[in-house]
């Protein structure tokens, strides 16, 4: 963090040039366009050409390939994202300079400080479902607002939208305490495990941050909490703010009633404080895709949102993108690709996927980050049994270094019948030789796992 002595709010202002790096990534490239839409010049830099480099020149907003001092130009302040280190030429170039350098998260958080409504939507997984869903939730009651996904959500055709309406709700990560520079007036605490243990100490530092993150709240605000989760209730304990719980299992002020299923999806009703609020239909699968649900029903009546609206939008939801997304047909089996990564999440998402009907249940699994695999072994080793075949694709370092000489064939040595594949292209033809008719093959994972499915799926005969 940069020693900057005026909050970045005093340079969130018309007129001032803002430089962006990494201005291509996901959360980066709206917050360009949330800059540009408030009066600022902005420009950015990024490694490589894009689709997103491409949409943000067309909007009048400089890109350069590459990072360089030079870059910088006459801008008045940088912002930067968590994947940009105080040793990237931009970086030193500002510091040498005495230009001002800011956090991406700090940026938002300025950001929302302009909204009546701040929504923001945090947990250890669940976050971007959670997230999309709230988003058709409000897009259904035309309340027009700004958003911001880690993920695709179709009804966007991105990750994002900016809006006109008062209302802004975002994706809120607990990574490096990010989400402590954001200013919720609403905030969803949907679960909170041991994960990113190699910046958090352990699940109790984690569950310090959540209830950090929660006091940030004002007073007239809300603070939603998923009753069933133990760190989630662990995290609120002590605060003197009020909160509002969802769940199924422990009593809680909004709840399901009447849970059934059509086709496997479930049906329910919403109730809060024992009175109906909205009935659910939902076009995706599990039951926490139900708690979710309940997540966003309830800041959408912390927000005043009519029940209907929650029908509309959780109706017309059909998942994010990278959550148990259909990719197509292989042979007579369904492909499929999703997003999980942490222990929790693939228990979720591979028990539904056996209740399901489907002849086999086929995954082939690339672990995040050398760190998460190691702390949380035993787990993944675990939940990563349940599948009739399970194929183990290398682990995607993301951030880090492989210092501790860990490898996804020890994860495959512990899992009776598990195949090792040290490439992405021997998955694919791991997958091309285990695939039958009638099976559901799920590629997963928080890395680029999903184009092993792409590449057998183009190689279809």
């Known amino acids: 963090m940069m020693n900057n002595p005026l909050p970045i ?17 996901v959360s980066m490239c709206p917050l360009a366009e949330v800059l540009k839409g408030m009066g600022l010049e902005v420009q950015g830099s ?3 050409e894009s ?7 067309s909007l009048g907003i ?14 008045d302040l940088v912002i930067r994202t968590a994947a940009v280190h105080d040793g990237n030429p931009e970086i030193a170039g500002a510091v040498a300079r005495g230009i001002p350098v800011y956090e991406r998260a700090q940026a938002w958080g300025a950001i929302m400080q302009r909204y009546p409504n701040a929504l923001c939507v945090s947990g250890t997984h669940g976050k971007t479902t959670t997230t999309s869903m709230c988003t058709h939730i409000f897009m259904a009651a035309e309340a027009d607002p700004t958003v911001m996904i880690g993920g695709t959500l179709p009804l966007l055709h991105s990750g994002y939208r900016v809006g006109q309406g008062d209302t802004i709700i975002l994706e809120s990560c ?12 609403v905030a969803v605490i949907l679960n909170v495990e041991p994960d990113h243990l190699d910046f958090f100490k352990d699940l109790q530092d984690i569950e310090h941050s959540f209830h950090k993150f929660a006091d940030l709240v004002p007073p007239a605000g809300s603070v939603i909490v998923n009753a069933d989760n133990t760190g989630a209730m662990e995290s609120v304990a002590g605060l003197k703010h009020p909160i509002f719980t969802f769940g199924l299992e422990q009593p809680a002020d909004c709840t399901a009633a009447n849970l059934t299923e059509e086709d496997g999806h479930p049906v329910f009703d919403i109730m809060i404080h024992g009175q109906f609020y909205a009935h659910a239909k939902l076009h995706v699968y599990g ?4 708690l979710d649900a309940l997540a966003a029903a309830s800041a959408a009546y912390a927000l005043g949102l009519p029940g209907k609206a929650v029908e509309e939008g959780l109706a017309s939801f059909a998942g994010a ?20 990564h942490h222990p929790d999440e693939l228990h979720a998402l591979l028990t539904t996927a056996r209740g399901l009907g489907y002849k086999r249940l086929v995954v082939a699994f690339q672990p995040h980050t050398y760190s998460r695999t190691a702390k949380l072994f035993d787990r993944f080793v675990e939940e990563l049994k349940i599948p009739d075949v399970t194929i183990l694709a290398e682990i995607f370092a993301a951030r880090e270094q492989n210092t501790l000489g860990i490898s996804s064939a020890d994860l495959c040595r512990n899992i009776p019948g598990a195949v090792y594949c040290s490439t992405l292209d021997k998955v694919t033809e791991a997958l091309r030789k285990t695939i039958q008719p ?13 184009r092993a499915g792409e590449k057998l799926l183009q190689t279809e005969d």
């Not at 005093?10 to 990534?25: C, M, S, W």
């Open 287 to 290: 039951q926490h895709n139900v």
């Open 174 to 185: 607990e990574y490096c305490n990010s989400f402590l520079s954001f200013f919720p007036t």
């Open 51 to 57: 689709e997103t480099v491409l949409h943000l020149r």
């Open 46 to 48: 990024d490694m490589n």
């Open 321 to 340: 993108g990278r959550r148990f997304e259909h990719k197509g047909t292989y042979h007579g089996a369904e492909l499929y690709d999703d997003y999980a």
């Open 62 to 75: 400089p890109v350069a390939i590459g990072h360089n001092a030079d870059n910088l130009g006459d801008c």
């Open 438 to 450: 009638g099976d559901l093959v799920i590629t997963v994972g928080a890395g680029d796992i999903y």
């Open 9 to 25: 709010r005093d340079f969130i202002v018309p007129g001032k040039r803002a430089h962006l790096v990494g201005i291509g990534g």
